[in-house]
């Protein structure tokens, strides 16, 4: 079997001052916050996997750690076959991650700018750009905003072009948190729609962090509940909904959480 990521005993703290955060005299203090506490998980190729928690259990944490973007305090990770926090040039060819709070596109630039920057970056060929640009346009219905600047897009069509601008390389693993904060339910539901096309036309492996229970039914199979930094589940879906049917998906997760 073969596995995108493999986990074992990941492990980060975040060290954080104690007090005001005015000038004071004297040696200033600081607790320790344990972020992800020694969760072990494996992801296989081709999976799509929901990643479930409270603002603070440890998902965007456990993404930048297997991004590289954060280096754990202890551990292993392997992802691809290549240590994240090395940060390789062919590692970071791989991968992408979008975030729903975060953007990457200029902001009093066209979309396009930012398209042809990420065609650059990443070496993309002519025609190979062409075709996954296109192909991805048409999907997304934003042929018509390709050149309006970015600060005059809604938040639904700026996502779209996020969403592009992160899969332009076809990356092998794609790092997905939040993606439809703050859209409405109509943008929600395109966005889930292009993903699933995506993920099998691609064949590619998937970490959806979200808060609504509608983009992981309508995305995942197999879902990691995580909360104070300890896995909670770690399994399928629909099993886990099986388990008490007449409670729907956000009350079984919320009675983890206060169990």
Known sequence: MQYAITVKDLRKTFKVPLGSSRKFFGKRQYKNIVAVDNISFNVKKGELVGFIGKNGAGKTT?????????????????????IP?????????????????????WWELPANDTFLLNKEIYQIEDEEYKKILNEMVGRLGVKDLLDVPVRKLSLGERMKCEFIASLLHAPELIFFDEPTLGLDIISQKNLRDFLVDYHKEYDSTIILTSHNMEDIRGVCKRVIVIDNGKILYDGDLLELIAKTPDMSLEEIVRKMFTS
């Open 62 to 82: 456990t993404l930048k750690c297997l991004s590289g973007l954060l280096v754990p305090d202890s551990g292993e990770i392997e992802v691809l076959g290549y």
């Open 85 to 105: 926090s090395k940060r390789e040039y062919d590692f970071l060819q791989k991968i992408s991650m979008v975030m729903g709070n975060r953007s990457q596109l």
